[in-house]
Every structure is written in structure tokens, then in C-alpha cells.
């Protein structure tokens, strides 16, 4: 709205000029009657050209108040320096008042253009000195830019639902693109998971306490970047941001260009109970292992357990001793053998599965 205002008051005002400079013409005597119309069509023409070039460039990202204010202020010292350098030849050739004319329309069109070209730019503020440079600084939390993996994953809704984080969570305007491309897939299962990934964006939108926002501001370090991977980083660098995502190969190449990055298996498998070599599990053995002889099965928490000499017990509970735990950012597993010792010690984190009278008994 304010934008129109201004394209108003600069079309208005560029018509006054142009009524006030062609009657300068008329006044002079010399060239033909029409000429006076001619100085008036083409200074509307400029002025239009001027304003459907705004209107193509739609984009409008800082506050507005600042931006006029600093806009002006730059476009009155562009237009003394344009003025200062075209005083001689105004002098030569133009009298006192289509001198004050052309001034006066000079500082309209550069404080249009300087203000305009303000109002189209959002974070990207910077002045740049020979060999310095003051660009914005990221000061208090630093946001969470939420990857397509993650959101689809929707464990990122339950971390948030328990206020453990206190950052804005970002969701960039080409994830969101991509996850209404996944969304409206031919392929049930993918379609399935786009509605997923929608369905948990909506669910973090209306929780209570959890900031989420929508950037869709064009950054000139994305120009050509098509890649969502690379434009994620870029953008993290760009925002002072961390990457959030459960996708390996992001993780490694954001790591590599120095952004931080939060993985969600690194941050389930922290919260996992620690199991310690020595100690008992209870597990059902529900498949044969890759090498002969042995066993697998799953906690409840999904953590593979692969039980030696277990291929003759599929299908059973067993009792097992750890022997060691495989820790990696895919996930972690439990190697253990069959545990024949009557004395061996009941599992201390993760409680064996018992029938449902004997629970009823304890309690």
C-alpha cells in the first residue's frame, strides 16, 4: 500500500514538472507548438517507464520507514553530485528556469530510484570500502533452517513440543516447493510423505511457543544455484543459521563449507539408553543375521541387535550378554551372544519384556 502511495504522489508530481517545463518551452518561442507536448509526453513516458520497471521487480524486504528515510537522504546527495557535474553545460544551454526544472526533476527520479530499489531488499545491507567490508551481523539465537528429510521425518515437531529449543525455525520457500512437488507425486508413497511433511509444517505452525517463518527473500548468493543441498547451505551462511536435516550427504558437504549442522539420528541416538558390554537384553530374534549362525533382532527403539549362535532360536525370546556396540551417525547396533549363565545380570537401561499377569503381580 505504501508502495502505491509513493508511485502516486512520484507520477503526480513528475506531471506537475512536466506541465511546469512545457510551458518553459512555449514561453522560450523557439521550436514548433508541439514541442512543448513533447517534453511533457516523454517526461510521463519516463516516469511510467520508471514505475513498470518497479512493478516487474516486485520484491520489497526492508522496513519501510528506514528505507525511505535512507533512501531520500542518498538520492539528495546523488542528485547535488549529478547537478554539480551537469551545471556547466545546464548553464550553456538552458535558462535559469528550466535549469531549476531539470534540477528539481533530476532529484525526484534519483530519490524514486533510491528509494525504490531500498523497499526491494531485504537483509542484504551492506557498504563495501576498499579492502573492508560492514555487512549485517546475526546477534542472540541463531535460526534453524529445517531440510526437506527433516521435516518429513517429523520427529523435529516432538523435539520442538518440548521447548528444549528456543531458536526461530526457518523453512525456506524452495523446501516448502519441493515438498508440494512430493506432495502432489504420482507415486502413492511419495505423495504420502509430501502430505507428511505438510501436515507436521502445519502442526509446528500452530504449536504454542515455537517460532517458525517462511523465507522466501532472493539472495544474490543463490543466483543460479539450483540445487536444494547447495542453496540450503548457502542460505545457512547467509542467515548465520544451522542446518537441520537427517540426510547424510548434507550433513558432510554443509560440514565441509564450515555451516553447523544439527542430524536428528545423531541427536535420537544421544537420547538412546547406554548399553554397556557386559550387560543382559531381552530380545526377540526375528531374522538370520549376514554371517552364519547368527541372529537379529530390534529394541523397541529400532537399534538392531545381531545375537551370535541365535539362527536356532528365530522366532524366540532370548536372553543375551553385549559384547560390544557399533555407534555411527546411521544408527547404532548391539552385538551380544546368548546368555546361558543363570546368574548373569538383569539389563540395567532397557527392561526385559514380561507377560502381562506377571506385571500385574509386581505392581
Known sequence: MLLIVIRAVFVLVVAG???RMARL???TGTGSPSLAYVVFLGMMATAIALVAVDLWTPRKRIQAISAIYFGIIVGVILSDLVQNALEPTLDLYLRPEVRKAVSGLLLIFICYICVSTLLQTKDEFRFIIPYVEFSKEVKGTRPLIL???VIIDGRIADVAE???IDQPMVVPRFVLQELQGIADSS???RRNRGRRGLDILNRLQKSAGIEIQLHDAEIPELAGIREVDQ??????KHLGGKVVTNDYNLNK????????VINLNDLANAMKPIVLPGEGLTVKLIKRGEEPGQGVGYLDDGTMVVTEQGANHLGETIRLAVTSVLQTSAGRMIFGR???SSSSRPPSNIPPQEPESQGRANA
Open 147 to 149: 531440510d526437506t528429510s
Open 17 to 19: 514538472l512536466g506541465v
Open 187 to 189: 507415486d502413492k508413497l
Open 25 to 27: 518551452v512555449g514561453e
Open 231 to 236: 542453496r540450503l547451505v548457502v542460505l545457512a
Open 338 to 340: 546368548i546368555d546361558t
Open 162 to 164: 518440548t521447548h528444549v
Open 253 to 260: 558437504i554443509a560440514r565441509l563449507q564450515g555451516v553447523d
